[in-house]
């Protein structure tokens, strides 16, 4: 009996334990040294008034005043601290210091440790991955694209040999149409 008590008194410590570090690890924490993040984007710094606040996950946000609020609740992903709070260097799992940040390319980020932010700013396009850009093609580009394509599938022995279930193309007369078609 004093066994299935102590069993039954451990079970429930763990229990209260494992609930009491997940409370704490969804605290909602008050970002940036208290300052407003649209104005840090923009190089300025002001502090943040409680009364003017956003939450967005784990971070509350202050504002100087309500434009700068409204700004932020308008755009949140331009102004909100970047990677899901990540440190910017380390990257997830590793979280960031919400008071250690720096802006960069007018966003904000921040770091685990002194170090990670030290390092990211001499070299922030090392840690970032980069920017997808859309690739603009002319005419050029894609007239030797396709010559490429046919000539892969004349050495496969032709279109009906190949074993693919749908080949997509581009129409030439809907070239910068963003339309596409689908033949077998």
Not at 113 to 140: D, I, R, W
Not at 163 to 176: K, V, W
Request: aromatic share 10%.
């Amino acid at each position: 009996m004093k066994h299935k008590f102590l069993w039954l008194s451990l079970v429930l410590l763990a229990g209260l334990a494992s609930a009491a570090w997940a409370q704490a690890s969804a605290q909602v924490v008050e970002v940036l040294e208290g300052l407003d993040p649209v104005l840090l984007v923009q190089g300025k710094e002001a502090q943040g008034d409680l009364k003017l606040s956003v939450t967005r996950g784990q971070f509350r946000y202050l504002f100087a005043n309500e434009a700068n609020k409204a700004a932020f609740e308008k755009d949140p992903a331009r102004y909100e601290i970047q990677l899901g709070g990540a440190c910017a260097r380390m990257g997830a799992p590793a979280n960031g210091i919400a008071d250690l940040y720096t802006v960069y390319q007018g966003r904000i980020y921040i770091f685990g440790s002194g170090q990670c932010k030290t390092a990211f700013v001499a070299a922030p396009e090392k840690y970032l991955p980069p920017e997808n850009k859309p690739m603009h093609a002319t005419p050029e580009m894609l007239k030797k694209g396709q010559a490429l394509l046919e000539k892969a599938v004349a050495a496969r022995a032709g279109f009906s040999k190949l074993s693919i279930a749908s080949f997509f193309y581009r129409e030439p007369a809907l070239l910068g149409d963003d339309r596409v078609d689908s033949r077998l």
